[in-house]
């Protein structure tokens, strides 16, 4: 039987760890050149796989692939494209098939959330309709941590450590400036509809009474009196107010304080600007001067403050993806499988994507204090172990880190153009 | 003769490495026991100083004070607050010298940007004039960078660095989406009047081509035409434009793009919130979604990703304030005197402060591009080395940064209240 070729490709928003995953994988294919083929990415995702652009990631040297485990943004391009129901798209996973037929791809790799396990899914059920088997492994990734099953998405743990490590450092500076200055800072985070990342600054309170005194969650609707009160009393106790608002965070009608009326691809409302709207609601009541702070692509990119844990288990995922392919599995994803809290300790699981796809996890309740405004101790079990430990990159003379490009050569086309 | 104590104080908005420079000073003071007395700080800046609210530094621990070396903030706490002229303000000249008198007072430390400076230099004056004449030194900080003489302000290295590595990752996380989503980010930074820090995201620039594509500078008058031609451009060449934008950009008719109308005490305008505007400008005119973030206090507070270079001047400012304390100066400045570019070397130098007070450092026009959008080879010669070498804090088990919190215990209050 001659070797297959494996394909990989990213999908949806990047992470500062996402290429540790392709890292993994591509050092994990390249130990076991006795069973496999080449690795080929998705020139930008998915749709470099429609279009038949399939990067040849042998062309890359061992010391650039390697270089890939401390490089953010995705090094192969991503994309926001979402297939829908085979019926809707046949065309597409038709051509997607056609693709892995000319270049004998015998394992597809989808790196990315919800949406992309549900693609997997359906790429591997078409495979076999169509008598082209591929083996369809997801491969877990997304910064707002609601995949089911898996303990934790790869990428969510660096940008926990990032917003838990930022609100404690802007909290210094407005509480040694609050005398006389700004009273009220407030930080926006990522996550959607999810508060894991908002969740992730309480880690920042190492005492009672530390900041950040409020956590505004997407799962709780804006009780703006009893936000005023407790902005307030932070203010009267210890001298100012430092704040963590989620992106995703609703009025009582449900809207989003930030909704820009603009969608995505996959249909998601793009949210951004819910600080201002905060701080000037708390400066108009109350008068205390404010500052805000909207990190956004920022926190998902800064793999200068990763989590070790995080860069460990994303590359983890991406060698255990190949492992599962080599056992033969398909239709499954690597999972991060928590064993103890305390000491954290991890191994690596699967799932089943028909399981996988589309469910959301959401934050429990009870990870959220009882007034709305804070996490609670068994948050703190859950999120603390996901940001232990450093990894820095390294640094070159110049003082930047040293980040990778690569090269990113095409494979020769072997088909007709598709039209997208 | 007995000796006499030093007073110490924090001025205006903190930095990553202002507590750098307290380390330096008070760890100087402390080797020379022989001949100085106690560290007194302002709690809160000079408003302390002014109410009779004095911290003992000396009940710190000896690795309390060397914590302030990596941690952000004022462990003193500062203040906005602005003595006027010696005429207008002479009550509270008076105060000053009358709370020195009481702790017996020799040395006086004003620890800021130019309107510390005069401070402090008004202070030497009407000492002199009142027959208790103390030492009176500035030490610089700034991360606006604008002190005359010095060849960098402790705190601008650092922010510096945040910047060029914040805008270096967020830049890969947008040119891995560009393909089918994002294709414009704005990055907002600080620097009021001056551009010096929003000239340093221009560090991430490593070859020709890079991002940031393009950064907008508070020293040239925005052209809404000119910008949107370079951005279209950007993106047809690279598929994607990553801006930089100072707080202080202005107009045509040089208002403010995010003037809010709200003034500080120095009465200087405060700023935020103009990568927004620069964002939905350029999508109205060109349909590219775009990106923003307001880095706001992470910046100026991000002491996990300081400059090594910065660290080291900030501590070695805080020493050489108390050497030239010893050798009998009074106003007078340490600076950072800069002996070579390539390897960069620098070494302490004095100034002034009579020379320093309320002057501004401009940007030179030479170091922004000629066609205003970017910055030259001589800013890169001048920046480079500001941002070299890492000092990377101590994390704790937690994960997260072991930043101190003082004591700060005051000392008993001899005098009467003073009405502010």
């Keep these: 039987m001659t070797k297959k070729n494996l394909l990989y490709a ?86 997607l098939i056609e693709v ?43 910064i707002d941590n609601d995949l089911p099953f898996t303990d934790v998405c790869p990428g969510f743990g660096s940008v926990a450590k990032y917003v838990a490590v930022s609100i404690m450092e802007a909290s210094l500076d407005i509480e040694s400036m609050a005398s006389s200055s700004t009273k009220v800072f407030v930080l926006e985070v990522m996550g959607r509809h999810a508060g894991w990342i908002a969740a992730a600054g309480g880690l920042a309170q190492q005492e009672r009474g530390d900041p950040p005194h409020i ?10 009196e009893a936000l005023l009160k407790k902005v307030d009393k932070a203010v009267k106790t210890h001298g100012y107010c430092s704040i963590v608002v989620s992106e995703g965070v609703r009025d009582q009608e449900g809207r989003f304080l930030a909704d820009s009326g603009v969608r995505d691809a996959f249909g998601h409302a793009q949210l951004g600007g819910v600080a201002p709207v905060i701080a000037s609601k708390i400066t108009n009541a109350l008068g205390y001067k404010n500052h805000w702070a909207v990190s ?47 000491p954290y300790r991890w191994k690596v699981g699967e799932a089943d994507l028909a399981k996988v796809a589309n469910k959301e996890k959401m934050m429990p309740r009870s990870f959220i204090s009882k007034d709305g405004f804070g996490i609670t101790a068994a948050a703190r079990r859950y999120l603390e172990p996901l940001i232990h430990g450093e990894d820095y990159p390294p ?6 880190p040293k980040y990778v490009r690569l090269k990113n050569i095409l494979v020769p086309k072997k088909l007709e153009n598709f039209d997208l």
Tied chains: 1, 2.
């Design 100 to 142: 892995f037929k000319a270049h004998n791809i015998g394992y597809f790799f989808y790196n990315g959330g919800g949406d992309s396990a549900d693609t997997a899914y359906k790429v591997s059920q078409i495979g076999k309709k169509m008598g082209f088997p591929v083996q369809c492994i997801g491969v877990p990734k997304t």
């Design 10 to 95: 990213q999908s949806g928003g990047v992470t500062p760890v996402i290429n540790a995953t392709a890292c993994g994988l591509i050092e994990e294919a390249r130990q076991n050149k006795d069973q496999l083929g080449k690795v080929y990415a998705g020139k930008n995702g998915i749709i470099g796989i429609l279009n038949e652009e399939l990067i040849d990631t042998s062309k890359e040297s061992k010391s650039s692939i390697a270089a890939l485990r401390h490089t953010p943004g995705g090094g192969f391009g991503s994309c926001r494209f979402k297939l829908k129901g085979i019926d809707e798209s046949r065309a597409q996973y038709e051509r």
């Design 296 to 342: 956004d692509y920022l926190q998902r990119s800064a793999r200068h403050i990763a989590s070790k844990t995080d860069v460990d288990q994303a590359y983890a995922m991406g060698k255990a993806a190949v492992d599962l392919a080599l056992e033969g599995k398909s239709g499954v994803m690597p999972i991060v499988v928590r064993t103890s809290d305390k």
């Design 395 to 400: 640094y070159g003379r110049d003082g930047l």
């Design 215 to 224: 956590i505004l969650f997407p799962e709780l609707p804006l009780d703006e």
